[in-house]
């Protein structure tokens, strides 16, 4: 006797998505009439359908009458494509802190701010307490100066502009003469002395697309004694940075 199973379906959640589908068909929108005939359904079911979908955020009638898709499905999408690009960077994160045996980080700028955007750590290999907000406190962290690095000038004092130099530490830099000196100073590696906690130190290669451009940093953290091992696996850091570089060609 074959006992596989059929996976249970609902209906009513395949009406929904055949009709979203018949929707988004139509970049100008359509009609609910028009709707019903191309999903199939009956006009009443299409109504309701589409009422609850406009409830929810997924669906919106126009003035004109016709139905357009929803905003909030481009928060979907918006999540959708991190979770691509979180499922893509991850394996090379895990596999860096296993090898430096230091937890690893990959930060991006986007849209004017630098913004931590996966970590990989563990028991052996815990992660900073991340204690101040990281959009505040990039200038005393390695990913905040390796991005900022990077940036032409006009970029880096609207950014410098925006966000105070915070003392976190006693080694925090907060003169912004001396961040700029060193932000101009070429490096491979930008490094972060226990500037944004006591206990930790730091140390970040710049990420950059197909064109050269940078669009984040890969990072590392450790305990300020073992910086120097650190530094001189920068040529890890870099090949690692390298991989993600391949990964974000195929995933932005």
């Not at 992660?127 to 880096?156: N, P, S, Y």
């Not at 940078?214 to 090949?239: D, F, K, M, T, Y």
Request: positive net charge; aromatic residues 4%; contains cysteine.
């Amino acid at each position: 006797m074959d006992e596989t199973r059929k996976p249970t379906l609902i209906a009513s959640v395949q009406r929904a998505l055949h009709l979203m589908e018949a929707v988004a068909s139509h970049p100008n929108g359509a009609p609910a009439k028009q709707l019903a005939r191309e999903a199939r359904l009956p006009l009443a079911t299409t109504y309701h359908l589409l009422r609850t979908l406009a409830h929810e955020g997924y669906a919106s009638r126009l003035p004109t009458g016709v139905w357009v898709l929803g905003d909030r499905l481009q928060a979907l999408q918006d999540r959708s494509r991190t979770q691509t690009l979180l499922a893509r960077i991850r394996p090379a994160l895990v596999a860096l802190r296993d090898e430096l045996k230091a937890a690893a980080y990959f930060g991006m700028h986007e849209d004017g701010e630098i913004r931590i955007i996966d970590i990989a750590d563990g028991p052996r290999t815990p992660r900073v307490d991340l204690w101040v907000g990281f959009d505040e406190a990039a200038h005393a962290t390695a990913i905040g100066k390796c991005v900022l690095r990077q940036l032409d000038e006009d970029l880096r004092r609207d950014y410098l502009s925006r966000h105070p130099l915070v003392d976190l530490t006693p080694h925090t830099i907060t003169e912004p003469r001396e961040l700029l000196r060193i932000l101009r100073t070429p490096a491979r590696l930008a490094v972060d002395r226990e500037e944004y906690a006591l206990g930790t130190g730091c140390a970040a290669v710049p990420v950059t697309d197909a064109s050269g451009t940078v669009v984040g940093a890969l990072a590392v953290s450790c305990r300020p004694g073992r910086l120097p091992a650190i530094e001189a696996s920068a040529h890890r850091l870099q090949a690692t940075a390298a991989r993600i570089q391949r990964t974000l060609s195929l995933t932005v």
